[in-house]
């Protein structure tokens, strides 16, 4: 199965990176940005691939909450893990983007400062986790970290509409700043990648729960 999965984001990248034409992106000396564009496919599925296990993660924990089964503790646990990969991918791909495009793989935007909390946040989680060996203890507060995880994600995503910023937003309305829409084949692109490196996560974090548990 895993390779199949691989083998299934390996041709939707080679789409995106050989077949979508590139976005009419600037750098800061008004450049199109043209091939190193490309890196859009990766650093925006790989975030909401992230987002999506961190929520599924929250569910997991709320699941334990109501019904107190460790079973859903032990799968909140493996999403979350999962997905701060995910996360760091997205903030690394984010960063080798940000160079070309700001001049700098680091600015203090608020998307980019407000993914990066995100990203301690998990740590932290998974820093308490390491901390705690009653089980029941470890699961209630780790129940507790993935919702305020999880609370924070939409203010990651709607930090390019509450501040001013310098990061694109790929769908219309959605920034106070220069807006970008898509046009169909690079939609497609985008989708393409979104759907394969999601069931990639959704497949590694069934995995890693078969694994630790």
Do not use: C
């Not at 990248?13 to 590139?22: E, N, R, S, T």
């Not at 970008?180 to 979104?194: H, P, Q, S, V």
Request: hydrophobic content about 55%.
């Amino acid at each position: 199965m895993i390779w199949v999965l691989v083998v299934l984001v390996a041709l939707s990248q080679i789409y995106a990176v050989f077949v979508v034409p590139p976005v009419k992106w600037f750098g800061p000396n008004g450049q199109e940005l043209g091939f190193v564009q490309k890196i859009f496919y990766v650093h925006v599925p790989s975030s909401w691939a992230g987002f999506l296990g961190m929520v599924l993660s929250a569910l997991f924990g709320l699941l334990y909450i109501y019904k107190r089964d460790l079973k859903y503790d032990r799968l909140s646990h493996s999403f979350m893990e999962v997905s701060t990969l995910f996360i760091t991918l997205g903030l690394i791909t984010g960063s080798l983007w940000a160079k070309p495009a700001w001049g700098t793989f680091w600015t203090w935007d608020p998307r980019l400062v407000s993914m990066a909390i995100l990203w301690l946040l998990a740590l932290g989680y998974m820093f308490f986790r390491s901390l705690v060996d009653d089980e029941d203890l470890r699961a209630r507060f780790s129940s507790i970290l993935s919702l305020i995880i999880a609370i924070n994600i939409p203010v990651v995503f709607l930090s390019i509409r509450l501040f001013r910023t310098l990061h694109p937003a790929v769908f219309k309305g959605l920034s106070t700043s220069e807006t970008y829409g898509m046009d169909t084949e690079i939609f497609a692109g985008l989708m393409a990648n979104l759907f394969t490196i999601t069931l990639l996560m959704l497949y590694l974090s069934y995995k890693r729960y078969k694994k630790i548990y």
